[in-house]
């Protein structure tokens, strides 16, 4: 009975034994054929320069159409376009003349002058704010309207240069009846908008301040080389003209103020700060109407240009046919692989 019994076990043990030998070897043969099948996908991945060679001669013609196709439409689109000419001019900030008196008194009587409501800055240099000014929507849109230019900026579409003349687009402004044609769509007019023409003109100035030297480049962009030059020569005498302006109202309300305060003043001491802070502002006023650069002086004045500044025409060539070529490979590898 014993012998029966550890004969049955031993069997058991023994199909145990190959049981799990059995389970063993059949994990290994899927973990290899996972592994060969991890190959085979890996090198289905792997790019073959030889075939994208082959799929590149095969569509050497689809590529070469198309390039060729892009390369023309880039000329005639380079040739469309008319050409920009800039004329810029150099400034440099005007000289504060006579601060000196200004200055002094600044350090003098400033708190009685601020409390009285009167800048005595001693004229300090105003070219940072005379360029803020240039470049803000309420000025450009008074010289705008000061030269009647809301037709040549909205209106021009290219410049004559044998009869020096501008031509206009005939679909946005009818030049024998002095009237807008253009269509557009609410909540614009027909006649374009103040907003309209200062954009458009912002895009063709510029302005720019070497922090070094200090010295500004103010630029335009237009058709017409010698509108390019007149437009930034009545622009830069615009400028001075409102700061100028704008100083001789500051200074004269201050004379008025101080010639006013002066009725009611008791002390002799008081007496004297005042009419020193009127001799002063007379001077100041008085180098406003002298000065006829008052905030910017010219050191490189506006030239009409004689050589234009755009359209770049061989670089968007250069980038038309390039841009063709990468688009036809592109068209020929998805054809190729998609037959595939």
């Known amino acids: 009975m014993s012998k029966t019994t550890e004969n049955s076990e031993v069997n058991n ?20 054929a996972q592994m060969q099948q991890n190959q085979t996908q890996s090198q289905d991945d792997e790019i073959d320069l030889g075939e994208l060679w082959r799929a590149v001669w095969a569509g050497k013609l689809t ?32 000289s504060a003349e006579g601060g000196g008196g200004l200055a002094g008194l600044a350090g003098q009587f400033g708190g009685l002058a601020s ?42 579409e290219n410049w004559d240069l044998a009869t020096d003349t501008l031509i206009l687009n005939n679909e946005l402004y009818d030049q024998v009846n002095n009237k807008w044609l253009r269509e557009v769509k609410p909540p614009k007019k027909t006649e374009p908008s103040s907003w309209e023409a ?42 001075n003209d409102f700061m100028r302006g704008q100083d001789q109202k500051e200074a004269q309300a201050s004379i008025d103020y101080l010639t006013q305060q002066l009725e009611n003043i008791q002390v002799t001491t008081m007496e004297t700060v005042f009419y020193q802070l009127i001799e002063e502002q007379t001077k100041n006023m ?24 755009g359209p770049k025409r061989a670089l968007t060539v250069v980038l038309g046919t390039t841009l063709g070529g990468m688009l036809s490979v592109l068209i020929v590898f998805i054809r190729y692989f998609s037959k595939k």
Do not use: C
């Not at 109407?289 to 500044?309: C, F, G, W």
């Open 198 to 239: 200062y954009k458009k003109f912002s895009s063709l100035l510029s302005v720019s301040q070497d922090k070094t030297t200090s010295m500004i480049t103010i630029g335009i962009e237009y058709f017409s080389p010698t509108m390019a030059q007149q437009w930034l020569t009545w622009l830069i005498s615009d400028i």
């Open 115 to 156: 409390m009285a409501g009167i800048n005595l800055g001693g004229g300090g240099d105003k070219t940072a704010l005379a360029l803020e000014i240039l470049k803000s929507r309420s000025f450009i849109e008074t010289f705008i309207s000061k030269h009647e230019l809301l037709v040549p900026i909205m209106a021009s």
């Open 63 to 94: 590529i070469i159409a198309i390039t060729f196709i892009f390369a023309v439409a880039s000329i005639f689109f380079a040739l469309s376009k008319p050409n920009i000419y800039k004329a810029s001019a150099i400034l440099a900030p005007a």
């Open 13 to 32: 043990i023994h199909g145990t034994n190959e049981q799990s030998n059995a389970a063993a070897i059949a994990q290994q043969q899927m973990f290899l």
């Open 286 to 309: 008085m180098l406003t109407r002298v000065k006829s650069e008052y905030v910017l002086k010219t050191i490189d004045p506006p030239q009409v240009p004689e050589e234009k500044a």
